[in-house]
């Protein structure tokens, strides 16, 4: 009986360990990815005013697609921004393994985009998507030595198209589009 | 029921390998390629671009590209059978920080499951180590691979799907597929 029970047990050990795991990802990537740079990094995201953000748009170039003409590219009001300013980024030459930590975080609702890794410099950028009906979320990780920025926006097919022609700019695209606002 | 808890533990682990065989199997096949065992060399590349366009995303914004630019209508018409395009760069300071046996993980698929080196082409960038091969499903192009690996950079490029050499020239640099800077071969005159 004690063999029987050991054997069921370990049959299920082993069907459990195969189904996903749930105990990262719970369905927000915006705010599950967030938490899982606070607790690779050991630090903590900050909560900048809109007016502030407000105010960067003096210091930075506007987003424009390129070629195009200016156009907002998240649609209104969709936009989430995390901030994290004058913080250590180190990923003590484990940067693959951020990399896998960021798509079990999201594997389960997110796909995937664009993600470029510069080590020596401590620089990230992951892009990831997922379906919103006629639409797009399109979430966008940027790390650097210093800083680092969560960006969640909602964008129309068409601007995503435009975008997509050059990925690796994609990111930088949208982060600027996102934490600028327009008076 | 002893019997059949005694069986069934000793038939779990060629059952797993079985399941997982199947699993890498089936990701390689239909011109796609299984790349993702490369990402370990993150730690090591000094730059490393990973991107994944695949067919929701192709085949829901290929019609948002205008037909009457030139350019645009040329991607369009490219994109529109596509099923995915999927690159993996790594570039190294130091020579030696990537293996053959990293190599050869992705090799060894180009050699099975209807891969077919298309010896026509050459590259500007003159390296030595590029090839281009070609899936083919029965009379079609299930994808196409470029395999590009020099001392201090290893690039893999899989278009999946309906494409060819022209194609492939339309979209370099472009969706995230690098200059490889591929030409077909002039023909030899007899």
Known sequence: MKTKLTIAGLFAALFLS????????????????VKVIERFYHVKHQSIPLLARAAM??????ARIKGGDYKRL?????VRVAFFEDQNFDSRGQIATFK???QTTLEREWSPLVQT???????????????????????????????ATVVQATVAPEILAQLMKDPNEMGKTLTEDATIKDY | MKNFFQTSWKLAPVLLLLVLGNAATARAQGGRLQVDQLDVLANKASQTVDVKLDERLLQTTWKFFSGKDPDEA?????????????????????EGEYSQAEVESVMSQLRTGGWSKI???????????????????????????VVSFEPKELIVVNIVGPIDLDKLSSLEGQFGVPELGIEKEPKKKN
């Open chain 1, 100 to 102: 896998a930590l960021m």
């Open chain 1, 57 to 62: 748009k003096a210091v930075r170039t506007g």
């Open chain 1, 18 to 33: 195969a189904l996903p795991s749930t105990s990262v990802a719970h369905g927000d990537g915006f705010n599950d990815v």
């Open chain 1, 74 to 78: 998240a649609e209104a009001g969709s």
């Open chain 2, 74 to 94: 040329r991607i369009k018409e490219v994109l529109k059978g596509l099923k995915g395009i999927y690159v993996k760069s790594f570039s190294f300071e130091k």
């Open chain 2, 119 to 145: 010896v026509t082409v050459t590259s500007k960038k003159a390296s030595e180590n590029l090839g281009v091969y070609l899936n083919m499903t029965g009379a079609e192009i299930g994808g196409l691979a």
């Open chain 1, 117 to 147: 890794l510069a080590p020596k410099d401590e620089e990230q950028a992951y892009i990831y998507i997922r379906d919103a009906g006629n639409k797009f979320h399109v979430l966008v990780v940027t790390i650097e030595r210093h800083e």
